[in-house]
Protein backbone atom coordinates (compact mmCIF):
# COMPACT_ATOMS: atom_id res chain seq x y z
CA UNK A 1 0.00 0.00 0.00
CA UNK A 2 1.51 3.82 -0.52
CA UNK A 3 2.54 5.59 1.84
CA UNK A 4 1.38 9.47 0.93
CA UNK A 5 3.74 12.16 2.15
CA UNK A 6 2.69 15.35 2.22
CA UNK A 7 5.57 18.44 2.57
CA UNK A 8 4.02 22.19 3.52
CA UNK A 9 5.59 25.69 2.55
CA UNK A 10 3.80 28.65 2.84
CA UNK A 11 4.13 29.48 -0.77
CA UNK A 12 4.83 25.93 -1.97
CA UNK A 13 7.72 27.16 -4.32
CA UNK A 14 10.95 26.45 -2.77
CA UNK A 15 11.40 23.98 -0.13
CA UNK A 16 8.28 22.03 -0.16
CA UNK A 17 8.90 21.76 -3.98
CA UNK A 18 12.59 20.51 -3.28
CA UNK A 19 11.52 18.19 -0.42
CA UNK A 20 8.50 16.78 -2.84
CA UNK A 21 11.40 16.34 -5.27
CA UNK A 22 13.79 14.83 -3.62
CA UNK A 23 11.21 12.12 -1.58
CA UNK A 24 9.91 11.15 -4.37
CA UNK A 25 13.34 10.70 -6.73
CA UNK A 26 14.79 8.85 -3.61
CA UNK A 27 11.68 6.59 -3.38
CA UNK A 28 11.95 5.66 -7.03
CA UNK A 29 15.84 5.07 -6.72
CA UNK A 30 15.12 3.03 -3.54
CA UNK A 31 12.50 0.88 -4.94
CA UNK A 32 9.42 2.58 -1.57
CA UNK A 33 6.15 2.43 -2.48
CA UNK A 34 6.23 6.41 -0.75
CA UNK A 35 4.67 9.01 -2.85
CA UNK A 36 5.57 12.66 -2.55
CA UNK A 37 3.19 15.83 -2.32
CA UNK A 38 3.66 18.93 -1.87
CA UNK A 39 1.09 22.36 -1.27
CA UNK A 40 1.17 25.66 0.61
CA UNK A 41 -1.48 27.60 2.56
CA UNK A 42 -1.08 30.17 0.26
CA UNK A 43 0.98 29.18 -3.17
CA UNK A 44 2.42 31.80 -4.99
CA UNK A 45 1.37 30.14 -8.23
CA UNK A 46 4.92 29.54 -9.61
CA UNK A 47 8.03 27.55 -8.84
CA UNK A 48 10.62 29.35 -7.99
CA UNK A 49 13.14 28.47 -11.23
CA UNK A 50 16.18 27.99 -8.90
CA UNK A 51 14.09 25.19 -6.86
CA UNK A 52 13.99 23.57 -10.28
CA UNK A 53 17.43 23.95 -11.26
CA UNK A 54 18.49 22.36 -8.20
CA UNK A 55 16.52 19.42 -8.36
CA UNK A 56 17.31 18.99 -11.87
CA UNK A 57 21.36 19.03 -11.45
CA UNK A 58 20.59 16.15 -8.86
CA UNK A 59 19.12 14.32 -11.57
CA UNK A 60 15.25 14.82 -10.79
CA UNK A 61 12.43 14.67 -12.89
CA UNK A 62 10.53 18.17 -12.11
CA UNK A 63 7.90 17.76 -14.77
CA UNK A 64 4.58 18.60 -14.02
CA UNK A 65 5.87 20.40 -10.20
CA UNK A 66 3.30 23.04 -9.85
CA UNK A 67 2.47 25.48 -7.17
CA UNK A 68 -0.99 24.21 -5.35
CA UNK A 69 -3.08 25.28 -2.23
CA UNK A 70 -3.53 22.53 0.79
CA UNK A 71 -7.11 22.39 0.07
CA UNK A 72 -6.35 20.26 -2.96
CA UNK A 73 -5.86 17.66 -0.22
CA UNK A 74 -8.24 18.14 2.21
CA UNK A 75 -11.16 16.95 -0.55
CA UNK A 76 -12.71 13.03 0.31
CA UNK A 77 -11.08 11.51 -3.19
CA UNK A 78 -7.54 12.83 -1.83
CA UNK A 79 -4.85 10.34 -0.59
CA UNK A 80 -4.91 9.88 2.88
CA UNK A 81 -1.66 11.01 3.73
CA UNK A 82 0.38 8.96 6.45
CA UNK A 83 2.83 12.26 7.16
CA UNK A 84 2.67 15.97 6.56
CA UNK A 85 6.07 17.22 6.94
CA UNK A 86 6.10 21.57 7.42
CA UNK A 87 9.56 22.93 5.80
CA UNK A 88 9.07 26.87 6.66
CA UNK A 89 8.08 28.21 10.20
CA UNK A 90 4.97 30.20 8.76
CA UNK A 91 3.59 26.90 7.33
CA UNK A 92 4.29 25.07 10.62
CA UNK A 93 2.94 27.92 12.44
CA UNK A 94 -0.72 28.05 10.82
CA UNK A 95 -3.45 26.80 11.15
CA UNK A 96 -3.48 23.79 9.17
CA UNK A 97 -6.84 21.71 7.65
CA UNK A 98 -8.22 18.52 9.16
CA UNK A 99 -6.43 16.36 7.39
CA UNK A 100 -8.03 12.80 6.32
CA UNK A 101 -6.43 9.87 8.07
CA UNK A 102 -5.52 12.09 11.19
CA UNK A 103 -1.49 12.28 9.63
CA UNK A 104 1.38 12.07 11.66
CA UNK A 105 2.73 15.58 11.77
CA UNK A 106 6.46 17.28 11.86
CA UNK A 107 8.10 20.51 11.53
CA UNK A 108 11.71 20.06 9.68
CA UNK A 109 12.39 23.62 9.55
CA UNK A 110 14.99 25.35 6.63
CA UNK A 111 16.15 28.86 6.00
CA UNK A 112 14.52 29.99 2.50
CA UNK A 113 17.13 29.98 0.10
CA UNK A 114 15.90 32.64 -2.38
CA UNK A 115 16.23 35.23 0.88
CA UNK A 116 19.95 34.03 1.29
CA UNK A 117 22.07 37.25 1.01
CA UNK A 118 24.70 38.30 -2.25
CA UNK A 119 23.98 37.79 -5.59
CA UNK A 120 22.75 35.12 -7.72
CA UNK A 121 25.53 32.53 -7.31
CA UNK A 122 25.10 32.76 -3.67
CA UNK A 123 21.47 32.29 -4.16
CA UNK A 124 22.05 29.49 -6.41
CA UNK A 125 24.08 28.02 -3.99
CA UNK A 126 21.82 28.68 -1.16
CA UNK A 127 18.87 26.92 -2.83
CA UNK A 128 21.74 23.81 -3.55
CA UNK A 129 22.70 23.24 0.13
CA UNK A 130 18.84 23.03 1.04
CA UNK A 131 18.21 20.79 -1.47
CA UNK A 132 21.08 18.67 -0.29
CA UNK A 133 19.53 19.24 3.32
CA UNK A 134 16.41 17.97 2.73
CA UNK A 135 17.49 14.78 0.07
CA UNK A 136 19.39 13.88 3.68
CA UNK A 137 16.38 13.79 5.74
CA UNK A 138 14.21 12.53 3.26
CA UNK A 139 16.95 9.43 3.17
CA UNK A 140 16.51 9.12 6.94
CA UNK A 141 12.31 9.04 6.51
CA UNK A 142 12.70 6.28 3.71
CA UNK A 143 14.91 4.35 5.96
CA UNK A 144 11.87 3.75 8.68
CA UNK A 145 10.06 1.15 8.30
CA UNK A 146 6.72 3.53 7.63
CA UNK A 147 4.09 0.57 7.08
CA UNK A 148 4.83 -0.88 10.70
CA UNK A 149 5.63 1.93 12.85
CA UNK A 150 2.67 3.06 14.85
CA UNK A 151 1.65 6.47 14.87
CA UNK A 152 3.31 7.50 18.15
CA UNK A 153 6.53 5.61 17.08
CA UNK A 154 6.71 7.29 13.78
CA UNK A 155 6.32 10.88 15.07
CA UNK A 156 8.85 10.29 17.81
CA UNK A 157 11.33 8.75 14.80
CA UNK A 158 10.65 11.64 12.85
CA UNK A 159 11.21 14.18 15.58
CA UNK A 160 14.54 12.65 15.79
CA UNK A 161 15.09 13.15 12.30
CA UNK A 162 14.47 16.85 13.06
CA UNK A 163 16.88 17.02 15.86
CA UNK A 164 19.93 15.55 13.64
Avoid at 116 to 126: H, K, L, M, N, T
Wanted: a neutral charge; proline letters at 6%; one cysteine or more.
Amino acid sequence: MTTHVLILCTHNSARSVLAEGMLGHWARRLGRDVQAHSAGSAPSGRVNPLALWALERAGVDTTGFHSKSWDAFTAEHSPRMRVVITVCDAAAGETCPIWPGNPVRVHWGYPDPSNAPGGVEAIAQAFELTRQAIGYRMLQLLALPIDTLSDAALSDALGAIAKA
